[in-house]
């Protein structure tokens, strides 16, 4: 399902890091799209932004989870991409939990310039209470969202099927809104970079 490996278009495309934000509502010049990226700890975000764009430390990678907790901005030409924290991290603190939580939340339900969403979600893995927190915020936005499951590479081509399916009834997903992808073999990242391009585009229309 996730077809073969190839580059992403992003990757043709000059991209620069803006910079690391503690405030969601932080002022952006010039406006531009706004494609945020979600997932809880440890599952990906950061490489599969570096794999988007073709550039491996673009976005810092960590072994540990919890390491991205500001709002981190990466401007391409015509829109931005936007790395959040992860939730769900078990070893924060309660109050840097909250305090992720209360951060996600406020950007998600205030930006108006927030043209969808990429919900990350391990595939080997069923929606925790975390993730379903998260899709009620993301309901509650009312963005465009699409779930990227990443680590595909970790199963065989039938399992990737039959997890796929499984996680698009739980969270009651349409198939359009599911993609695979894994930074490691770098199986669809080409679609995904073709998908956040075309609703970046779709946002500028």
Do not use: C
Request: net charge positive; proline share 7%.
């Amino acid at each position: 399902m996730t077809g073969p490996a190839s580059a992403s278009p992003l990757a043709r495309l000059p991209v620069d890091f803006v910079g690391s934000f503690p405030d969601p509502a932080v002022r952006l010049d010039p406006v531009l799209p706004e494609l945020a990226f979600v997932g809880r700890s440890n599952v990906g975000k950061s490489s599969l932004l570096n794999s988007l764009v073709g550039r491996p430390g673009l976005a810092r990678v960590s072994g540990t989870p919890g390491k991205t907790t500001l709002v981190n901005v990466f401007r391409l030409p015509t829109f931005y991409l936007i790395d959040l924290p992860g939730y769900g991290f078990a070893r924060a603190s309660k109050s840097a939990r909250s305090g992720y939580r209360a951060l996600l939340e406020r950007f998600l339900s205030t930006r108006s310039t927030l043209a969808g969403v990429v919900w990350l979600l391990d595939i080997r893995h069923p929606p925790s209470a975390d993730d379903r927190t998260i899709q009620e915020l993301l309901v509650a936005s009312e963005r465009p969202v699409l779930a990227v499951l990443t680590k595909a590479d970790k199963l065989g081509r039938a399992a990737q099927r039959t997890r796929a399916r499984e996680l698009a009834e739980a969270l009651g997903l349409h198939d359009e809104q599911i993609q695979l992808t894994s930074s490691t073999s770098g199986a669809g990242i080409a679609d995904l970079g073709a998908s956040i391009l075309a609703a970046a585009t779709s946002e500028e229309a």
